[in-house]
Nanobody, 115 residues
Framework: QVQLVESGGGLVEFGGSLRLSCAAS????????AGWYRQAPGKQRELVAT???????NYADNVKGRFTISRDNAKNMVYLQMNSLKPEDTAVYYC?????????WGQGAQVTVSS
């Protein structure tokens, strides 16, 4: 069974930075697509960024140039460096890994950007 635990959320001012971390248990991490999604109040969950097992990144248009996803397969970790944060980035951020037809989710980390 895969478990994902996020850390690093919090409150930050407009233009600030935060780094989210996600620790994965289990043996599939290095073969899985890892990523981050977010859900703001009253909105659907949306893709933020993903990274293949070969470390090819993919970003949502509204975070390109500001957010960077990375992973460390040796440590079963995936990270999201968020710079130039805006109030519209406020959401619960979820770590996700996807292997074959199965998707696993973390419990979420709140990120709040004040104006």
């Amino acid at each position: 069974q895969v478990q994902l635990v996020e850390s690093g959320g919090g409150l930050v001012e407009f233009g600030g930075s935060l780094r989210l971390s996600c620790a994965a248990s289990g043996s599939i991490f290095s073969r899985a697509v890892a990523g981050w999604y977010r859900q703001a109040p009253g909105k659907q969950r949306e893709l933020v960024a993903t990274m293949t097992s070969g470390s090819t990144p993919n970003y949502a248009d509204n975070v390109k140039g500001r957010f960077t996803i990375s992973r460390d397969n040796a440590k079963n970790m995936v990270y999201l460096q968020m710079n130039s944060l805006k109030p519209e980035d406020t959401a619960v951020y979820y770590c996700n890994i996807r292997w074959l037809s199965t998707s696993y989710w973390g419990q979420g980390a709140q990120v709040t950007v004040s104006s």
